[in-house]
């Protein structure tokens, strides 16, 4: 994809190869630390851990200095989207972060960027907010949540708000008349796909005002397959990732998942149980996910929040 020079020193860029939906326009994201993924360790599906950004020996994030900040306002050529971001938390309770976050964002609504924001954590920074409101047209934020079960949370999530926490500001945001999506994603086979689980999932969202979901399950790579199955077992889960056992490109790489033909079939549940419940638009993600998303129903196969659709 068309790709512009973004030189951010001391940032990570990073190549979204997959999620073009608008060829010809520029994506780039960022991330904007290195060395912690999130608080309490992170997810034990999270595949970032094992990235390059992600592998210092570190008990704090490293953010990119500010002080080149001043520079980038003279920078020629910004992207026409930014996201926020691959390997890192946008929204991470750390000041340092959560400074890094504003200044970006600032500049780069000042520059006409439209920011898209994605998201496990909350935030109730009432400036950060307004800033966000003021410049509702150029901004969309998913906020992950895969399920309502709090103890699958704890275990799977750790550091991770609650679900309430998170449809909270989801109601917030939309209130806000900023565009969100909720994104059902990591699914574990067997533990977050039961029908009536995904569809009470989806009354929540709605009843928080949102209209736009994306679903997609997890996956695994040998980084992160130990953690992931101590976690499982802890559950009494531990068939969810011997259903994982089809090697797939995902993610610009390869990794291991529910197998493509019954992902098909259980997605395509989903996104009955989406429309059921009144979500207006339903996508599943084309970087983890090589299916033909018309026939399991779905609206695209591209993480559309990155556009503001």
């Not at 851990?49 to 008990?59: I, P």
């Amino acid at each position: 994809m068309p790709m512009g020079t973004f030189d951010i020193k001391g940032f990570t860029e990073v190549d979204l190869p997959r999620c073009n939906i608008n060829p010809g326009r520029i994506l780039m994201g960022v991330n904007l630390y290195r060395g912690v993924c999130c608080p309490g360790g992170g997810c034990a599906y999270c595949y970032a851990r094992s990235f390059r950004v992600n592998t210092m020996n570190a008990k704090a994030p490293k953010v990119a200095s500010l002080e080149s900040a001043a520079g980038l306002r003279t920078m020629g050529h910004w992207p026409d989207f930014l996201f926020l971001s691959s390997s890192s938390e946008p929204l991470l309770p750390d000041p340092q972060v959560m400074a890094a976050t504003r200044a970006l964002t600032t500049l780069a609504f000042e520059k006409g960027t439209f920011v898209s924001f994605s998201t496990k954590q909350v935030t109730g920074d009432p400036s950060f907010l307004e800033l966000l409101e003021k410049n509702s047209v150029r901004t969309s934020v998913s906020i992950s949540l895969t399920s309502l079960n709090a103890g699958r949370n704890r275990a799977l999530e750790v550091g991770a708000p609650c679900a309430e926490e998170s449809l909270a500001f989801a109601k917030e945001l939309v209130e806000r008349g900023i565009n969100v999506w909720i994104k059902i994603d990591a699914i574990c086979p067997g533990l977050d796909d039961e029908a009536a689980a995904i569809a009470g999932l989806c009354r929540a969202i709605r009843a928080a005002g949102v209209k736009k979901v994306l679903f997609s399950y997890a996956f695994h790579r040998p980084a992160v397959r130990r953690r992931l199955g101590i976690a499982l077992a802890g559950l009494g889960a531990g068939h969810v990732l011997a259903s994982m056992n089809e090697e797939q490109d995902i993610a610009a790489g390869m990794g291991w998942s529910l197998p493509l033909k019954e992902k098909v079939v259980r997605l395509a549940l989903m996104v009955q149980a989406a429309r059921a419940a009144g979500v207006e638009r339903v996508s599943t993600c084309g970087c983890k996910n090589d299916i033909d998303h018309q026939a399991a129903g779905f609206d695209s196969r591209a993480c559309e929040f990155h556009w503001g659709v």
